[in-house]
């Protein structure tokens, strides 16, 4: 029971450090497509070019890449991270709020529990 406890309190700490700690607020706001910039942030010269993706996907990848090093399991990371696009994705859809995305996130991590 007590290895249990441990892992999940060791995925907890993962997911913490990766969606909170280290998701900056332009992190937060560039994965979301619907986010533009003012066009008196594009430099002059420039024109705008949807980012998102990198956003998202970089966001995704630093949740997979504290998984793995938590768990020692690169298959946990790269389900996390592939998990982490899509849940993050319908959250910045209004599919979801932010209350069941991280409900979603906590679910992933049990699945990821019977996998350590």
């Known amino acids: 029971m007590l290895i249990i406890i441990e892992n ?3 995925l907890l700490f993962a997911h913490a450090i990766g ?3 280290l998701q900056t607020p332009s992190i937060a706001r560039g994965k979301n497509r ?4 003012k ?9 705008y070019v949807p980012c ?3 956003f998202l996907v970089g966001h995704a990848l630093v949740n997979g890449a504290i998984f793995w090093l938590f768990t020692g ?6 389900v996390e991270s592939f998990l982490h ?7 910045c859809e209004n599919i979801t709020n932010p209350n069941s995305d991280q409900l979603l996130h906590f679910l992933c991590m049990i699945g990821y529990m019977f996998f350590m």
């Open 19 to 21: 969606d909170f700690a």
């Open 39 to 47: 066009l008196s942030d594009i430099p002059e010269g420039q024109e």
């Open 8 to 10: 999940l309190f060791k």
């Open 85 to 91: 696009v899509i849940i993050d994705f319908i959250k």
């Open 34 to 37: 619907h986010n533009k910039p």
């Open 52 to 54: 998102w993706p990198y």
């Open 73 to 78: 399991n690169i298959w946990i990371g790269i």
